[in-house]
């Protein structure tokens, strides 16, 4: 990461405020005293995966995963504006700059974050990555579930607080015979006639789309004041100033690719290792 792209400056301001900012405890046990060189290494450790990711996918999907697996993300929500579904078009992404596939949308998207922006304050967003072209059979059926690993991984990204597959929460809502992928015979070969599944069943991959979303909270640093606690234990304001993302989930995405791209290619080895297969 070029150097001149980390302002320390930026963090001048949070440096006695670690109880609401950035500072865990953990990072003072582990940083020391200089709270401030905690929230510097913190933001250099951020900055890392999103330009590791892309690299990182091309090279594990294209290496282990092999050119029959394609792994895309999109944003399918910005605070309380979901895409349209039926407007989804893969290319859509390439022309805006929130990886977003309906076109309406990035525009809508693009006039609310510039209101949050310019209110000193942030929002939230949720991600989908796609799996295609993933072969039947990887993952556990217990412990080591295909799902549980993905889940685990896209847990992991900073800033992500929730995480579904396939239908997800939404299948809470559904009846049995509704969230049920019923299958077919089409042309000599079963099919499924849905995907709440998001391609697994029972830990392992169907060999249908593997469909896998998370969420990922509002930008903590904002410049709205909000209130908090400093080292001496004072109760004061904070507001935080500098370059902050207003929605970190765009630049989410391709880390969430990346991290699905590397669980899918442990799993892939993991099931060669096994089977010899593939
Ligand atoms: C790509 C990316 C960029 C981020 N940029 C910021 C940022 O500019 N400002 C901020 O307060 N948090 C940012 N975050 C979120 C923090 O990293 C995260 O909220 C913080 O480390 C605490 O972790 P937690 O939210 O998982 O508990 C970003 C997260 C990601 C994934």
């Not at 549980?148 to 800033?159: K, S, V």
């Amino acid at each position: 990461m070029p150097k001149k792209t980390f302002k320390p400056l930026d963090f001048s301001k949070v440096k006695t405020y670690p109880l609401k900012k950035r500072l865990s405890k953990v990072e003072t046990a582990l940083f020391g005293k200089k709270v401030q060189k905690g929230a510097r290494v913190r933001a250099l450790i951020e900055g890392l995966p999103d330009i590791l990711a892309a690299q990182n996918l091309k090279a594990i999907a294209r290496k282990i995963l092999g050119r029959g697996v394609a792994i895309r993300g999109a944003l399918v929500q910005i605070g309380p504006h979901p895409i349209d579904r039926s407007a989804w078009d893969w290319r859509a992404i390439e022309d805006n700059p929130f990886w977003c596939p309906d076109a309406a949308m990035a525009l809508r998207w693009a006039d609310y974050l510039d209101t949050v922006r310019k209110a000193g304050s942030s929002a939230g967003a949720v991600i989908e990555i796609v799996a295609s072209g993933v072969p039947a059979g990887l993952g556990e059926p217990i412990y080591d579930k295909l799902d549980g690993d993905l889940a685990r991984a896209l847990m992991t990204i900073n800033a992500v607080k929730g995480v579904e597959i396939g239908s997800g929460f939404a299948a809470a809502t559904l009846k049995g015979e509704d969230n049920a992928d019923e299958m077919r015979i089409d042309d000599g070969r079963v099919v499924f006639l849905s995907n709440n599944a998001g391609g697994i069943l029972g830990g392992i991959s169907t060999g249908q789309d593997i469909v896998a979303r998370f969420a990922v909270k509002p930008t903590s640093s904002i410049l709205n004041p909000l209130r908090t606690v400093d080292v001496e234990g004072n109760e004061v304001e904070i507001s935080t100033h500098g370059r902050h993302d207003p929605c970190v989930g765009i630049r989410a995405v391709p880390v969430g690719e990346a991290m699905v791209a590397s669980v899918l290619a442990d799993h892939l080895l993991r099931h060669r290792a096994l089977t010899g297969d593939i």
